[in-house]
Structures are given as structure tokens and as C-alpha cells.
């Protein structure tokens, strides 16, 4: 059966999170759950915990998100949007101006990231398209879950984005030992916190990112 708990506000670690914004959470991990029926757009192993395992896990990262500094966040890798879509509806209220650019390559999964934020009336960019061939992007946040390796991510950031201010990421248990190998090679700060849905994971905000020379 499947877990159509909404999520609890506590769990999320916000403050006034409205009946509505949790129908607009609920709305999209049924409609996820509809769409994966057809193709791919979560394991089908997870679809049982999709609030907590999905939807909860993209929501904790708002902390890092909801800064008045921060206009527009950029999903690398979308897929089924994934923390973007989630983003985009705890900020839909709070910030209407807050955008989500998403790139995603597959036809099918863009046209379900279209479809559903129709349907929340959110505030999106969506791209067909590969992030490996973009050049001269800008954004405040470059985000991604479950897409690409970290050193990848931050190349990424390095070769395609002319302006940026943060990365937020998604490390699991060996998330320590990454970041430490990160550092041999690139400069910048960092904030932590622990995943709320996975113990042996955590959440990160780097910023002022450099590659180190040589």
C-alpha cells in the first residue's frame, strides 16, 4: 500500500508550511506514482515511502534555499524533479518570484516536469537539454540529487556557469570521505547538516568555489 501520509511539518524543519503547500507536495508524489507507471522516474522500489524517501529527503535542503539572497535555483539532471519540483512549492507562497531552471535531456521526463508544474502553477524554466553542453549559465543555487558524482558536479559548475553562488548536494555515507578528497583539488566553504530522512547521509551548501592551480 502506498505511504500517502502527508509529510509532517516537523520532520521538514520549517515554520508555516499551509494546508495547501502539503496538497501541493501531495498532489505531486501521486502524480509521480501515475507517471512511473509509464517510465522511470523514481526506483519502483521506493514508491511505498515516496513521501520520506523522495519528497521528504528533497524538502530538508529549504534551509539552505530560503535566504534572501537567493532568486533562482538551477536542477542539474532533473529527472522527475527532484529536489526542484519540491523546492519550487515550498517557495510557490513564501517567495512567488523564486524560480526553478531545470535541464533534463529526456523528452519524456521534461514533458512530466512541464505537466506538473502547469498544474502547481509554479515558477520554472524547463530545458531539453544536456548540461554538459550548456556554456555561460547563471543562477544563485546549482542543485542536484542522485544525478552525478560530486567532482563532476563541481566541473560542472567550473566549465558551464559563468556566475554562480551556491551548490547544494546530496552526500551519503561516504559523504565525509568525498568532501576530503574534494579539498585536494578545489578550494571553498562549506555547511553540513545530517540527511533528517537517512542517518548515515548529510546535506551540503558550498560555496566560494576554486580550483586549486595545478
Known amino acids: 500500500m502506498i505511504d500517502s501520509n502527508f509529510i509532517k511539518i516537523k520532520k521538514l524543519n520549517i515554520k508555516n508550511v499551509s494546508r495547501e503547500t502539503l496538497e501541493d507536495l501531495n498532489e505531486y508524489s501521486l502524480s509521480i506514482l501515475e507517471r512511473n507507471k509509464k517510465i522511470n522516474l523514481i ?3 521506493t ?5 520520506k524517501r523522495h519528497i ?3 524538502a530538508q535542503v529549504i534551509e539552505f534555499v530560503d535566504k534572501n539572497d537567493i ?7 532533473s529527472g522527475a524533479g527532484l529536489p526542484g519540483i519540491v523546492l519550487g512549492i515550498l517557495m510557490k ?3 512567488p518570484s523564486f524560480k526553478v531552471i531545470f535541464y533534463e535531456k529526456s523528452y ?3 514533458n512530466f516536469l512541464k505537466n506538473i508544474t502547469n498544474k502547481l502553477s509554479l515558477n520554472t524554466e524547463i530545458h531539453q ?4 553542453e ?3 549559465l547563471e543562477t544563485d543555487i546549482i542543485i542536484a540529487r542522485a544525478f552525478k558524482p560530486l567532482p563532476v558536479i563541481f566541473d560542472i559548475a567550473f566549465k558551464n556557469f559563468r556566475k554562480f553562488k551556491y551548490i547544494i548536494l546530496f552526500l551519503g555515507r561516504s559523504g565525509k570521505k568525498i568532501l576530503s578528497e574534494a579539498l585536494k583539488k578545489w578550494d571553498f566553504d562549506y555547511e553540513e547538516k545530517k540527511s533528517l530522512t537517512n542517518e548515515m547521509s548529510l546535506t551540503i551548501k558550498v560555496s566560494n568555489l576554486r580550483k586549486k592551480n595545478g
Not at 514508491?47 to 513521501?51: A, D, F, P
Not at 532568486?71 to 539532471?77: F, I
Open 56 to 58: 521528504e529527503d528533497s
Open 71 to 77: 532568486k533562482v535555483c538551477t536542477d542539474l539532471g
Open 134 to 136: 550548456q556554456k555561460n
Open 43 to 45: 526506483s519502483s522500489s
Open 129 to 132: 537539454k544536456n548540461i554538459f
Open 93 to 95: 507562497r513564501k517567495n
Open 108 to 110: 519524456h521526463k521534461s
Open 47 to 51: 514508491e511505498k515511502t515516496i513521501n
